[in-house]
């Protein structure tokens, strides 16, 4: 009840265990965005909060260990918004819009955390599906999602993750073996710091970083979005880019 209250979306949990010494497992979890839609769900979730933490509640909410098995992740930009839905959801919960602090705002992080057997979707409904092209950054869909991540800040719209790993298979045919990366995501730009992309014939490293004039700008990625990266040492399998 505090979440759907604090963050203005319906939250389910099906079961809710607790184990001492504050360790937490729920079943069945499904969150539904503003629109209906189910935005984030998993079959099972374990976790645990420091007891150190306790005491910065509701400043913070700090979660230690955390797996999550048969995630699933849906980042929609609704018809006629101009963020996504996660967007709408972590500035309600956070209580803030900027990465500047406020007497209500409060921090969400967790430590080293598994996914297991995820979906993730990133999906811009004021874009039609480019049907031209198999790879489409405004309509992506990645399976069979494994994720490894050394910590996770989310602090109103600013998110901070360090993956470890990460691998999955997009329905055009990328398939995607490894990816190691400090992210960094604001209102203004998007950085892959020190990044290593693995795909089955290829390897990159290096850095990237996106900007951009809001979330509104992923409405036209390739004409508002700006790239700048540097390359390392990589070599590039030719037939890794017919997904593009």
Do not use: C
Not at 34 to 45: K, T
Not at 127 to 142: K, V
Not at 159 to 169: F, K, P, T, Y
Not at 213 to 241: P, R
């Amino acid at each position: 009840d505090w979440l759907t209250q604090r963050g203005g979306m319906p939250v389910e949990i099906e079961r809710l265990e607790l184990e001492p010494p504050l360790r937490i497992r729920l079943h069945q979890v499904s969150i539904h965005d503003h629109e209906g839609v189910e935005m984030i769900g998993a079959r099972e979730i374990r976790t645990r909060i420091p007891w150190s933490a306790l005491q910065d509640i509701p400043q913070q909410l700090v979660f230690g260990a955390t797996t999550v098995d048969s995630l699933r992740l849906r980042l929609i930009t609704h018809h006629k918004d101009t963020v996504m839905n996660i967007n709408r959801w972590a500035e309600a919960l956070t209580g803030k819009r900027t990465p500047s602090k406020s007497a209500s705002s409060m921090e969400i992080s967790f430590g080293v955390s598994h996914i297991r057997n995820g979906l993730f979707v990133l999906e811009n409904r004021n874009r039609a599906p480019n049907s031209q092209a198999p790879f489409d950054a405004n309509h992506l869909r990645i399976d069979s999602l494994k994720m490894e991540l050394g910590g996770l800040l989310i602090d109103g719209s600013l998110v901070r993750a360090d993956i470890n790993h990460l691998q999955g298979h997009d329905r055009s045919g990328l398939d995607l073996r490894h990816l190691y990366t400090d992210l960094e995501v604001t209102p203004d730009s998007m950085l892959f710091k020190n990044y290593k992309l693995q795909l089955p014939g290829s390897e990159l490293t290096g850095q990237l970083k996106m900007l951009y004039k809001g979330y509104a700008s992923w409405k036209d990625i390739f004409n508002k979005v700006i790239f700048e990266g540097t390359l390392d040492t990589s070599f590039i399998d030719f037939k890794d880019l017919e997904a593009f």
